[in-house]
């Protein structure tokens, strides 16, 4: 899935061990990447680098398999680790609890991530909003119409001015 287009988390859940599922895993990020390119309207045969989300890959484990590795890997499993090829890692989850916590970490970061953004945002509309009651300021216009063009109290409009030095803008 694609979130904000930033991060792709891939999840691929099976009951019995095999290394495929990193070709399939493989598969389905080259389809979804391909989809994503479509629908950004990006040409995947200009010069201009292509745009597409980061991914993760997550393999979901059920069996009660004794060894468990942290990670399977391309490179390992298909070409004996010989790097002339392409990697793909895999982080291996075993058992719904672990799928959980890591979903919610994902999900806790995605969310400061857009917090973060919509802070930022709301900083520039602020900032511009003070600019353009400066700017009516100087024409001439009273706090009144100010706050009601704007949409503010006019206590705030009046607040923005104690702070501003409206020669410096």
């Given at each position: 899935?694609?979130?904000?287009?930033k991060?792709?988390?891939?999840?691929?859940?099976?009951?019995?061990?095999?290394?495929?599922?990193?070709?399939r895993?493989?598969?389905?990020?080259?389809?979804i990447w391909?989809?994503?390119?479509?629908?950004?309207?990006q040409?995947?045969?200009?010069?201009?680098?292509?745009?597409?989300?980061r991914p993760?890959?997550?393999?979901?484990?059920t069996?009660?398999?004794?060894?468990?590795?942290?990670w399977?890997r391309?490179?390992e499993?298909f070409?004996?680790?010989?790097k002339?090829?392409?990697?793909v890692?895999?982080?291996v989850?075993?058992?719904?609890?672990?799928?959980?916590?890591?979903m919610m970490?994902l999900?806790?970061?995605?969310?400061?991530v857009?917090?973060?953004?919509?802070?930022?945002?709301?900083?520039?509309?602020?900032k511009k909003a003070?600019e353009?009651?400066l700017?009516?300021?100087?024409?001439?216009?009273?706090?009144?119409?100010?706050?009601?063009?704007?949409n503010?109290?006019?206590?705030?409009?009046?607040?923005?001015?104690?702070?501003?030095d409206?020669?410096?803008?």
């Amino acid at each position: 899935m694609t979130v904000q287009g930033k991060l792709l988390v891939m999840l691929a859940a099976q009951s019995s061990w095999s290394m495929n599922i990193i070709v399939r895993i493989l598969l389905y990020l080259t389809h979804i990447w391909n989809e994503y390119i479509k629908e950004k309207d990006q040409n995947r045969y200009g010069s201009k680098r292509l745009e597409h989300p980061r991914p993760e890959f997550y393999a979901i484990y059920t069996d009660g398999r004794r060894t468990r590795p942290e990670w399977i890997r391309l490179l390992e499993e298909f070409f004996d680790g010989n790097k002339d090829f392409l990697e793909v890692q895999v982080k291996v989850l075993y058992g719904e609890e672990e799928v959980i916590d890591i979903m919610m970490e994902l999900f806790d970061q995605e969310k400061a991530v857009e917090k973060y953004g919509y802070d930022k945002m709301k900083e520039g509309e602020l900032k511009k909003a003070k600019e353009t009651t400066l700017n009516m300021k100087r024409e001439g216009m009273s706090d009144m119409i100010i706050a009601r063009v704007l949409n503010v109290g006019q206590e705030v409009v009046q607040q923005w001015f104690s702070g501003a030095d409206i020669a410096r803008l």
